[in-house]
């Protein structure tokens, strides 16, 4: 398997500009994180989904944030508008119970720089 | 509200001697800790963990501790090398509806000196 791959691996765009951020988990894998990683507060978490479905979007920051799983094989990640303080790393993570304990394979991130 | 803890930002010491990275936790609900490592332009990956019914857990040149009283937690890295310079992010878990929530703590830049 390729791993988690997460698109593009750049992207730099104007205040006020929609972006979204796409991500692609491994096969079979059914849980899928997002995370921001800053200077101030390191790898935060988003929001994440099981199977598909929503389970914690305590972490989006506003509403401006929303996220997405229409399937097992994808996700997006949207900011709109955008502003300069959503300059971050942001990955994107995928899970599979095993065992019962899991660990997350992450993908490479997206830059985005917000001018 | 920081639920995972690692005070320490940066930690350097030489080549052959031991690293000692904690990191403390605030949930007792968390019942799972991992260890991942992150280079430069790259996703973090997993390095080691531990189960809250454990107090060590062994891989090679890692370690990981865990004390529950004192919701605090250890990795030690001996010998280090200095491919071990990275950033140490430390993780805690926590089931929710069958799903399991992994929250990260600020990381732990470690530099090992030839």
């Known amino acids: 398997d390729a791993g988690v791959i997460q698109s593009p691996r750049h992207e730099v765009t104007e205040m006020g500009q929609e972006v979204t951020l796409r991500c692609k988990p491994i096969?079979?894998?059914?849980?899928l994180f997002w995370y921001r990683q800053t200077m101030m507060r390191g790898l935060e978490l988003l929001i994440y989904?099981?199977?598909?479905?929503?389970?914690?979007d305590s972490g989006m920051p506003e509403d401006r944030f929303s996220a997405k799983m229409p399937n097992a094989s994808f996700s997006t990640l949207k900011i709109q508008p955008s502003e300069p303080r959503d300059s971050a790393v942001y990955f994107c993570?995928?899970?599979?119970?095993?065992?019962?304990?899991?660990?997350?394979?992450f993908g490479q991130g997206t830059r985005l720089t917000v001018v | 509200d920081q639920q995972v803890k690692q005070n320490s930002p940066s930690l350097s010491v030489q080549e052959g001697r031991i690293s000692i990275l904690n990191c403390d936790y605030t949930?007792?609900?968390?019942?799972?800790f991992l260890w991942y490592k992150k280079y430069p332009a790259e996703g973090p990956t997993f390095l080691i963990s531990?189960?809250?019914?454990?107090d060590k857990n062994e891989d090679g040149r890692f370690t990981v501790f865990l004390n529950k009283s004192a919701k605090h937690l250890s990795l030690h890295i001996v010998p280090s090398q200095p491919g071990d310079s990275a950033v140490y992010f430390c993780?805690?878990?926590?089931?929710?509806?069958?799903?399991?929530?992994?929250?990260f703590g600020k990381g732990t830049k470690l530099t090992v000196n030839p």
């Open positions: 993570a995928s899970s599979m119970r095993r065992g019962g304990r899991t660990e997350a394979f």
């Open positions: 096969s079979g894998h059914n849980s």
């Open positions: 989904f099981n199977n598909n479905v929503p389970i914690d």
């Open positions: 949930n007792s609900m968390f019942d799972y």
């Open positions: 531990i189960s809250s019914i454990k």
């Open positions: 993780a805690a878990s926590q089931t929710q509806g069958g799903s399991e929530k992994l929250v």
